[in-house]
């Protein structure tokens, strides 16, 4: 008999900015507070943008993810800024949206060159006004830093822009999951919920259910983690935020608390995710 294989592991990380308020009572507390709440809530780590917060989240016993900024001129200083905030892994927003795939790609290799020597793992996230603005960009640097260095690049996929993009109608995986090997490749996710006209939806109603537009991404959710843990060998861990930000750049003055819907996302990521570990072990994916 083979030995059991160590299972995936799943990492749930939110941003710094929900934990400053209770969500009960809507009213200011102390940081430490709002990550002893993150943490029951089961999150592992907390997504930051500078290092200020990075003692009383690791005291907290959570690992720390960092955003950045990057182009050919600040890349160095924005890897080294990541470098002060310890983290685990390190989101990268990479020029804009109108840089040719191929500077784009030169920057990109020579992040990936000098990440390791600062203890850094990076990941170039897809993202509006960025390089990576469209599929189309996204997938040529993918493929010429493939030419280039005959490795797969390490990206961070947020297919709500994607979708966006193309208006897509559901079910969304068999447009948005076209590139299977970069998708398992990837040890960063992230999970806005979305349809073809909105890069953010609403998870709740008014009255504590599951929106139809959220039920629809949760199939697509379903689906995206199939396809990644199809790759899972064992022993890997995913980094996963349930992501939900405010207006006006995503949410509308409408919306529920954005916090609720983000810890309800949580539950049905881990719920998805527990029923796919099994397939997974079970050899059934």
Known sequence: MSPKKTAPELKLFTFNFYLNTNPKTKKEWKFEEGLAYAKAMGFKAIAIWDSNLVGPIHAAGLETMSYIDANDKTYKLSLCRAKTMQPSRVNVQLWD?????????????????LAPHLDLNIDLEVHRDTCTETPEKT?????????????DIMMCFDFSHIALVKHLNPPYAERLLT??????KARQLHFRSFNGHHCQ????DGKGNLTIEAQQYIEFVDELLKCWLRGA?????????????????????TFN??????LALKDEILRLWAK??????????
């Open 201 to 204: 939806v609403p998870i709740l």
């Open 257 to 262: 608390d954005i916090w609720m819907d983000v």
């Open 276 to 285: 796919n570990i099994k397939l997974w072990q079970a050899g059934k994916l």
């Open 97 to 113: 949206h109108d840089t040719p795939p191929k500077v784009a790609v030169e920057t990109w290799i020579k992040m990936a060159e």
């Open 179 to 184: 590139h299977p090997r970069l998708i398992q």
């Open 139 to 151: 997938y040529e640097i993918a493929e010429l830093y493939k030419q280039k260095t005959g490795k």
């Open 233 to 253: 060998k064992g022993g890997e861990t995913l980094y996963v935020n349930p992501e939900q930000l405010p207006g006006p750049g995503y949410g509308l003055s």
